[in-house]
């Protein structure tokens, strides 16, 4: 087999007379090589004004690259197929990294080609009270909104979840988009202990990097720095970890700072979509933290995300004789019925309580105020 790199095009365009000599000169090339059984790669560059496309007809096939600036953090790269001749491809942008050797891409997500065998994991919190107010656990592949303001709970309620998977004997995933690592850790070993817990780099790592699937730890924490991933590598590195390693709980934490990720897309709710539903069809639960002070507002993210996930845990703030409270209460569950109670929720140093059903003359505290 013969190989032919030329690189690049334009240096040969400016050779020709004008367009029509430059295509003449492409198509005998093509004949040339095609007759010795040769593989040409030919890289030209389309960034000037002009982008001259004598070459897209002449060839099997085109890929085109794209590097984009961001407004803050690393620029991202994409690329897509615009023609292969004589063969079916995945149209669509497709995120990659340029490493050391190497070129990681990655394939933009369909959720319909992506199957396994139902199984019955559902996630338990491993709190009575609140598996009574959820109607039962969280059904195994269900997508599980927790939304409130900072501080309230939301990322040890997760973890409560989290916990109760590993105890049972399931994998979980963890991708950390706002603590510091040391902070997250301290919290977890606090929790877990250092045994289940395994660390997986997130630097400028390959996305495919990932621990000895014979480590018996089953709580992947895994730490994303938003302004230097993009979405196609982020997917790809919950894939990786659902695929390879058999997580069966994925925790985003948080929505917030995920949308930072794909701002520039305008995007959340697709790609969300195509997650959970991935998600959903793998058997795997998902639960993805969510930061709002405001009420809740499906007409703006990231709230949005609620109207596409299965169950909405709310948490929230109020006062009671002048002391701050918290409360909690699930606004959704999609698979089932469920309580409608607005509880007390206390976070003590044995972990998450849910106390007694919440007055109604307590300040502020109505269905309509939740979020406030």
Not at 46 to 58: K, V
Not at 250 to 271: A, F, T
Not at 363 to 371: E, P, T
């Amino acid at each position: 087999m013969r190989g032919v790199v030329i690189d690049s095009m334009v240096e040969i365009r400016l050779l020709a007379r004008d367009s029509a000599h430059y295509r003449r000169q492409i198509i005998a090339l093509r004949e040339r090589l095609s007759g010795i059984g040769a593989t040409v790669l030919l890289l030209d560059d389309i960034t000037s004004d002009g982008r001259e496309y004598e070459l897209q007809s002449a060839v099997h096939g085109v890929i085109s690259l794209e590097y984009v600036e961001r407004s803050f953090g690393a620029a991202r790269r994409r690329l897509h197929v615009v023609k292969m001749r004589g063969g079916s491809f995945q149209s669509g942008w497709h995120d990659y990294k340029i490493l050391p050797g190497e070129i990681l891409v990655f394939p933009s997500l369909i959720a319909q080609e992506h199957h396994r065998p139902p199984q019955r994991n559902d996630i338990v919190s491993g709190i009575e009270t609140l598996d009574e107010l959820a109607g039962g656990p969280l059904v195994a592949g269900s997508s599980t909104m927790v939304l409130g303001p900072s501080g309230v709970g939301k990322t040890t309620l997760a973890l409560q979840y989290a916990r109760s998977a590993v105890r049972s004997g399931l994998q979980v995933a963890y991708f950390n988009f706002d603590e510091s690592e040391s902070t997250l850790r301290s919290r977890l070993v606090a929790d877990m202990g250092e045994g289940p817990v395994r660390d997986l780099d997130t630097g400028d790592a390959g996305a495919g990097d990932t621990a000895d699937p014979g480590d018996n730890r089953r709580f992947f924490l895994r730490r994303v720095n938003p302004s230097r991933i993009s979405p196609g590598e982020f997917i790809w590195n919950v894939r990786r970890l659902v695929e390879d390693l058999d997580v069966k709980l994925v925790i985003i934490d948080s929505i917030n700072s995920y949308l930072d990720v794909i701002r520039e897309e305008k995007s959340l709710l697709p790609q969300m979509n195509e997650l959970f539903s991935y998600l959903s069809n793998m058997n795997v639960s998902s639960i993805v933290v969510g930061a709002h002070s405001a009420r809740l507002d499906t007409s703006k993210e990231p709230d949005a995300v609620s109207i596409i996930t299965d169950n909405i845990i709310s948490l929230r703030y109020y006062e009671r004789d002048h002391i701050v409270c918290k409360a909690l209460c699930v606004l959704k569950k999609r698979q089932g019925p469920h309580e409608h109670e607005i509880r007390e929720l206390e976070l003590t140093d044995d972990g998450i309580r849910i106390g007694a059903r919440v007055r109604s003359d307590d300040d502020h505290i109505g269905v309509a105020a939740l979020g406030a």
